[in-house]
C-alpha cells in the first residue's frame, strides 16, 4: 500500500521509510507487541488529535486526584479513558495526515500508568509522571477494504495535500479509493488467507506535569 501512496506523492520519503517497517515487521509474522518509539507516535504526538489527547490526560488525572483527595491508589485514568476513547482519542482522517489514516485508522486501547508521581499531602501539591501508552491493531477486516475510503471533501481545504486535492477531481479509478483498495485486499489475504499474523502496535509517551489537588 505504501508504494501506491508514494507514487502518488501522498507521503513522503521519510513517511515512506516508516511504512515500509511496518510492512517489514507484518512480514515477520510475529504477533508479538511492536513497540514504536520515534515513527508513528512522533508524528500523531505532533498532530492536534495527539496533542489534545495529551492534555486530556492531564486533566483527568487532575480531576481524579481531587476526588480521591491526593490517594493516589484511588486512581484509574485507564478504565476513565477505555470508557470513553471515541471522544480523548477518535478515529484518525485524512485531516490527521495520510500515513496516520493509512496505517493507523483508528486505535484499541489507551493505558495510563503512575511511574513517578510525588504528592505533598500538606500542601495539596503533586508532580506527576505518567506514561501514556495507545494500542492499535495492525491488522485488516473485511471492512477495511469494502468500505468508502475516500468521503467527500472540500478540495479548497487548507489541510488537503496538493497531491490528493488533484486525485480528487480525476476519475473514480485514479483516486485513493483505487489506490488504496487493491493493497488492503492484498493485506486481507496475507492475514485471513496466509494466516500472517497482525500484530499490536504501542505509541508510548511519557507526560509530566504539576498541579494541586486541594
Given at each position: 500500500?505504501?508504494?501506491s501512496?508514494?507514487?502518488?506523492?501522498?507521503?513522503?520519503?521519510g513517511?515512506?521509510?516508516?511504512?515500509?517497517?511496518?510492512?517489514?515487521r507484518?512480514?515477520?509474522?510475529?504477533?508479538a507487541?511492536?513497540?514504536?518509539?520515534?515513527d508513528?507516535s512522533?508524528?500523531?504526538?505532533?498532530?492536534?488529535?495527539g496533542?489534545?489527547?495529551?492534555?486530556?490526560?492531564?486533566?483527568?488525572?487532575?480531576?481524579?486526584?481531587?476526588?480521591?483527595?491526593?490517594?493516589?491508589?484511588?486512581?484509574?485514568?485507564?478504565e476513565?479513558?477505555?470508557d470513553?476513547?471515541?471522544?480523548?482519542?477518535?478515529?484518525?482522517?485524512?485531516?490527521?495526515?495520510?500515513?496516520?489514516?493509512?496505517?493507523?485508522?483508528?486505535?484499541?486501547?489507551?493505558?495510563v500508568?503512575?511511574?513517578?508521581?510525588?504528592?505533598?499531602?500538606?500542601?495539596?501539591?503533586?508532580?506527576?509522571?505518567?506514561?501514556?501508552?495507545?494500542?492499535?491493531?495492525?491488522?485488516?477486516?473485511?471492512?477495511?477494504?469494502?468500505?468508502?475510503?475516500?468521503?467527500s471533501?472540500?478540495?479548497?481545504?487548507?489541510w488537503?495535500?496538493?497531491?490528493?486535492?488533484?486525485?480528487i477531481?480525476?476519475?473514480?479509478?485514479?483516486?485513493?479509493?483505487?489506490?488504496?483498495?487493491?493493497?488492503l485486499?492484498?493485506?486481507?489475504?496475507?492475514?485471513?488467507?496466509?494466516?500472517v499474523?497482525?500484530?499490536?502496535?504501542?505509541?508510548?509517551y511519557?507526560?509530566?506535569?504539576?498541579?494541586?489537588y486541594?
Amino acid at each position: 500500500m505504501y508504494r501506491s501512496l508514494a507514487n502518488a506523492n501522498l507521503i513522503s520519503a521519510g513517511e515512506t521509510q516508516i511504512a515500509q517497517r511496518y510492512v517489514a515487521r507484518f512480514r515477520q509474522n510475529n504477533s508479538a507487541d511492536y513497540f514504536d518509539t520515534q515513527d508513528l507516535s512522533t508524528i500523531l504526538l505532533d498532530k492536534p488529535v495527539g496533542e489534545r489527547l495529551i492534555k486530556q490526560v492531564a486533566l483527568e488525572f487532575d480531576k481524579a486526584i481531587i476526588q480521591a483527595k491526593g490517594d493516589l491508589t484511588k486512581v484509574n485514568i485507564s478504565e476513565v479513558l477505555k470508557d470513553n476513547r471515541g471522544i480523548f482519542l477518535p478515529g484518525l482522517e485524512l485531516s490527521d495526515g495520510v500515513i496516520l489514516k493509512a496505517f493507523i485508522g483508528g486505535t484499541q486501547q489507551i493505558e495510563v500508568v503512575s511511574t513517578n508521581t510525588i504528592i505533598e499531602q500538606g500542601s495539596g501539591i503533586y508532580r506527576a509522571e505518567l506514561i501514556v501508552r495507545i494500542f492499535d491493531d495492525f491488522g485488516v477486516s473485511e471492512d477495511d477494504y469494502s468500505k468508502q475510503l475516500l468521503r467527500s471533501y472540500d478540495v479548497t481545504a487548507s489541510w488537503l495535500p496538493a497531491a490528493l486535492r488533484n486525485l480528487i477531481n480525476t476519475p473514480k479509478q485514479n483516486t485513493v479509493d483505487a489506490l488504496m483498495r487493491g493493497p488492503l485486499f492484498a493485506f486481507w489475504g496475507l492475514q485471513h488467507q496466509r494466516n500472517v499474523k497482525p500484530f499490536r502496535a504501542v505509541y508510548s509517551y511519557k507526560l509530566n506535569f504539576n498541579g494541586n489537588y486541594k
